[in-house]
């Protein structure tokens, strides 16, 4: 039934933000735009609709511009259709740099966390495609598998190459991330997703490659809500995805010690993130979409509030 109505095309409620559900469609731009109109129904006319807060100028009506940005008292005086644009949607950069390294292939309910990387991707590169900001896209695992530029034009793109991706062998984040650094070439938004299993000053480090080009800094943890409270119980073996090794763990016996090490390094990644004024969202990927791209746009309206 959920997959009917979806097909149709029909502006989805809540309920069809259920990251296990989207995970039974297959079609990425169709998930984009069932999530994103939901989203912005939902949010009527909240003040965080849109990139910015901040005015920047008018420009003339354009066929597939969204008519609530219609500037009516404009209308009334020229008797010409103008649409209202603020600073962050006068295309802007915005690029995606996906983790899709083999330790992002776990899934404990039905999605795995690079399933669920994907959707989120796609979600927020085609809000941002709808508000004529520049997309691109970057997936790495040793190194770039993908990469799209930024360009108006490049939401399909966007879209084609996370469809194609895969689990790729592991790898180091520095070498991707300094290809996608020495990339780009404009000041924009740098948008990392990835369960970050790497040492929090290493990560600090690579993310620098792309502050140190003038980057705007997003950083999305992703993890799965079994690598987060560890609800195993009967003893088995347990496979290390990025080396393949396999070890007999007993979970009543390291459960303590498990979660304070998780516990640790998520906060350790938190505290250096927010010292180094980057945004930074541990998600889980049992948490719905909607609420994913609220906390974005918060963030970025919190972020922009306060160059102002």
């Not at 896209?137 to 990469?147: A, I, K, M, P």
């Not at 404009?186 to 993310?207: F, M, N, Q, T, W």
């Not at 979409?289 to 309206?301: E, G, P, Q, T």
């Amino acid at each position: 039934m959920v997959r009917a109505r979806i097909a149709s095309k029909t502006v989805p409620g809540t309920q069809f933000l259920d990251p296990t559900v989207l995970a039974r469609i297959g079609n990425l731009e169709l998930v984009a735009q069932s999530v994103v109109e939901g989203f912005i129904a939902g949010l009527h006319n909240s003040p965080f609709l849109g990139l910015s807060l901040d005015f920047a100028a008018h420009r003339e009506y354009m066929p597939g511009d969204d008519i609530r940005k219609i500037d009516w008292r404009v209308y009334a005086r020229t008797d010409r259709f103008y649409i209202k644009e603020y600073e962050a949607e006068t295309n802007a950069n915005v690029f995606f740099a996906l983790d899709a390294s083999r330790s992002m292939d776990y899934g404990s309910r039905g999605i795995t966390k690079l399933e669920y990387a994907k959707y989120l991707t796609a979600c927020l590169a085609y809000l941002s495609a709808g508000q004529r900001d520049r997309v691109g896209l970057g997936v790495f695992g040793e190194s770039l598998t993908e990469y799209v530029p930024p360009s108006v034009r490049h939401r399909r793109l966007v879209l084609a190459a996370l469809d194609r991706t895969e689990p790729e062998p592991s790898g180091d984040l520095r070498k991707p991330l300094t290809q996608v650094a020495e990339s780009l070439l404009r000041r924009g938004l740098a948008i990392l997703v990835s369960d970050l299993y790497a040492d929090p000053k290493h990560v600090l480090e690579c993310v620098g490659t792309l502050r140190s080009r003038g980057q705007d800094i997003i950083v999305f943890q992703v993890l799965d809500p079994a690598e987060v409270d560890f609800p195993f119980e009967a003893p088995r073996s347990f496979e290390d995805l990025e080396t393949g090794e396999r070890l007999p763990i007993t979970p009543d016996a390291m459960r303590d010690e498990y979660l304070s090490a998780v516990e640790g390094h998520v906060g350790t990644i938190a505290k250096t993130m927010i010292e180094h004024r980057i945004d930074h969202e541990l998600i889980l990927t049992s948490t719905p979409l909607d609420a994913v791209l609220f906390r974005y746009l918060s963030h970025r309206a919190r972020r922009l509030k306060g160059k102002g």
